[in-house]
């Protein structure tokens, strides 16, 4: 039996080539190994972490304007005790309505749940500020359901931001369960059963325990999506103020204490966000999922059919009404574009679409090459956290560390990422364009792959070494396989997000033009575009998207059962 075969009994091609000996003998040697972690620590700091906070220590000394300042002081507290609030909120239901969803994906039969798996990243693709121009219609506008009300169902505000973060924040956590559950062997939970107990009482005892690194990455990114998003929270906010759209409403005001201001909100989210993260990292081990009392008699009932097909029906239906159809409602006017001429305009290139497929072919383009240089680079970087190759204590300080672009608010980040980059003439902006991206994507994978790799028990690898496996024999036939689908979640993520960003784009660039600064510009008053040649763009940016993630799901899907 090969190391590689999985508890299931389905076997993985571990390869014969003569590369991968040559990859084996490599990794054997110590030097090998340490210029490996060596050159992911290295990349990281220089390319993902120093990059985003320099401009925030250079501008170090201007933090004092805002302690002469009360008033500023006063909305500056106000508006991080709201994001902290909103965040951990929307972060814990996210979890509460994201894991029936990954449960529901992973676990049900029909053939088109892969189709169901792929609508969850919708709102994941469409660009940030198009989305929360989305929401605003849907809630607030005459267009959408306070059509059927006197005024506005939801007005802009702290409750339309809550539905906003959830929107988009949502999608992070299902990619993680789903990536847990396809790569969680069912053996112990199946044991479980066999010997008597409930689906809800095995699930609860057994399978949720070993997911909580899943469970726990999943709060983690759904917080710092939360806590960093500035163009899409701007769209909504009105007169509210959280730390992103205070530094926002500075800038654009050009008040005095403006860099004071963001220098020190941006600090404060970042230290206290990393606290946390930190008592997350060194407690979270210590959690314990799920009380121990079990109540047979309650959990079977609440294992039955009728139990379980509500529970799918209510979480489909929490996924439609508010984060589905909302991210689409920017999207329906397409409809009118068949019948005004419009996608023929779109298709022959004419006008402003012209630049638009450009614009499309850039994003995708620097999406893909994002998501391969943070699969290169994350990897090793995600598994010397959870293995803890440099002792505990640096390898927590690096799990923290790693959280901190999506903790910066993307305002802040864009204008350090341009003041750092742009020092380097030498430097292509198609190039400036790829490390912004990969800065602020590369947590995702990071996250997503650590966790999984967390969930493997060391004692198959140290079997395996102890039966002569070299390292990268160890990595080929035990990690990847056990961590594949987790993998793809992370750099499904990555893609995702690269395509949507929008601010810290307009930051690092001048002449190049993604499609979600093209679609940002369409959607300002006075653009001259109208309401179905908006849709239209956005709709073909959707349905592009989703046809490619589609395919990867498929492929994916198609191996696990070959």
């Known amino acids: 039996m090969k190391v590689g075969e999985r508890e299931s009994g389905r076997k993985i091609d571990l390869g014969d080539s003569a590369f991968t000996k040559f990859l084996d003998s490599l990794s054997s040697k110590p030097i090998i190994r340490y210029m490996v972690y060596s050159c992911a620590v290295v990349s990281f700091f220089g390319l993902i972490l120093i990059p985003p906070i320099l401009g925030i220590l250079l501008k170090w000394n201007t933090m004092g304007q805002i302690f002469e300042n009360p008033d500023l002081m006063s909305r500056a507290t106000t508006a991080i005790f709201s994001s902290f609030a909103i965040a951990i909120f929307v972060s814990l239901i996210d979890l509460a309505a994201g894991l029936p969803m990954a449960w529901f994906i992973t676990r049900g039969r029909s053939r088109w749940l892969n189709v169901l798996d792929t609508f969850t ?32 169902l939801v007005s802009p505000g702290w409750l339309l931001i809550i539905l906003l973060h959830f929107t988009f924040s949502f999608p992070v956590v299902v990619r993680v369960m789903v990536g847990g559950l396809l790569d969680y062997e069912r053996t112990y939970e199946e044991a479980a059963r066999t010997l008597g107990a409930a689906p809800l009482t095995a699930d609860r005892t057994v399978t949720l325990p070993i997911l909580k690194p899943a469970l726990i990455a999943s709060f983690v990114l759904a917080f710092a999506r939360s806590i960093s998003e500035t163009g899409a929270t701007m769209m909504v906010a009105g007169v509210f103020e959280n730390g992103p759209v205070l530094i926002n409403n500075l800038k654009t005001a050009g008040e005095t204490g403006y860099e004071g201001a963001l220098v020190f909100v941006s600090f404060i989210l970042i230290a206290v966000s990393c606290l946390m993260f930190l008592v997350i990292r060194l407690l979270g081990t210590r959690l314990k999922i799920p009380l121990k009392k079990i109540r047979p008699a309650i959990e079977r009932k609440l294992s039955g059919h009728k139990v379980v097909t509500l529970r799918n029906g209510v979480t489909l239906l929490i996924f439609l009404v508010l984060v589905l159809i909302p991210s689409l409602f920017v999207a329906l006017p397409a409809i009118q574009a068949i019948s005004d001429g419009t996608i023929n305009q779109a298709i022959t290139a004419t006008g402003a679409w012209e630049g638009y497929w450009q614009s499309l072919v850039l994003s995708y383009f620097v999406g893909t090459i994002a998501t391969i240089l943070n699969v290169i680079l994350g990897l090793p970087m995600a598994i010397l956290i959870a293995r803890r190759r440099i002792g505990t204590l640096s390898s927590t300080v690096l799990d923290v560390l790693v959280n901190v672009p999506m ?18 003439a030498f430097f ?61 979640a992370g750099a499904i993520m990555v893609f995702t997000r690269s395509i949507s960003e929008t601010g810290a784009t307009l930051a690092v660039v001048t ?52």
């Open 407 to 424: 903790i910066v608010p993307s305002i802040a980040l864009g204008i350090s990422l341009s003041f750092f980059w742009k020092n380097f």
């Open 511 to 562: 002449e190049l033009q993604t499609v979600p600064v093209l679609l940002v510009s369409w959607v300002k008053p006075g653009s001259g575009m109208l309401p179905s040649e908006i849709g239209l763009g956005c709709g073909f940016l959707i349905v592009l998207s989703f046809i490619i993630l589609l395919i990867l799901r498929l492929v994916a899907r198609g191996h696990q059962h070959a």
């Open 121 to 152: 990243d919708i709102p994941f693709v469409v660009p940030t500020v198009t989305l929360g121009y989305s929401l605003l219609l849907f809630w607030s506008g005459p267009e959408g359901v306070s059509s059927m009300f006197e005024g506005s």
């Open 428 to 488: 292509p902006e198609i190039w400036l364009l790829i490390l912004a991206h990969m800065s602020i994507t590369y947590p995702y994978f990071v996250r997503s792959a650590a966790s999984a790799v967390e969930r493997i028990s060391i004692d198959l690898e140290e079997a395996a070494r102890t039966l002569g496996s070299r390292p990268f024999t160890v990595f080929r036939t035990i990690i990847l396989p056990l961590t594949k689908y987790s993998l793809l």
